[in-house]
């Protein structure tokens, strides 16, 4: 499983993100004319140490997207709890070893009128032996 499906499936799955955004969790882009809120998400490989097991570091990104600010807030809230300190060890590669937030933006779009917020987090991920 990629790490942008484990993404997926925990924040649709997760109660409080689940409850805010159901399964509106989509890769880079929201669909044109989205039921909001709803979560976009970018994962972006950062640093690989190779030794007998073959890390990688990754960089996740995930946006939240509202109506309105007030909106938004409870959703980067419930991403935040449901991500933070995050890890699935068990099935196939890549095994999630831990997941930590590192930074936070506001953000507004204004051709749609949307609010949001930006949480970056930082991921370790183990892959197969090379």
């Known amino acids: 499983m990629a790490l942008g499906e484990l993404i997926f499936e925990r924040l649709t799955t997760y109660p409080a993100t689940a409850a805010l955004i159901a399964t509106r969790c989509y890769p880079v882009l929201l669909p044109q004319e989205p039921t909001l809120p709803a979560v976009t998400y970018d994962v972006r490989n950062s640093n690989t140490n190779e030794g007998q097991v073959f890390f990688t570091q990754v960089v996740v990104q995930v946006n939240c997207w509202?109506?309105?600010?007030?909106?938004?807030?409870?959703?980067?809230?419930?991403?935040?709890?449901?991500?933070?300190?995050?890890?699935?060890?068990?099935?196939?590669?890549?095994?999630?070893?831990?997941?930590?937030?590192?930074?936070?933006a506001d953000l507004y779009d204004p051709e749609t009128g949307l609010h949001g917020r930006s949480v970056e987090f930082m991921a370790w991920v183990v892959e197969a032996s090379p």
Do not use: F, H
């Open 66 to 104: 509202a109506v309105t600010y007030a909106g938004v807030v409870p959703v980067s809230e419930a991403v935040k709890a449901a991500l933070r300190q995050y890890t699935k060890k068990e099935g196939t590669p890549p095994a999630l070893i831990s997941m930590n937030d590192e930074n936070e």
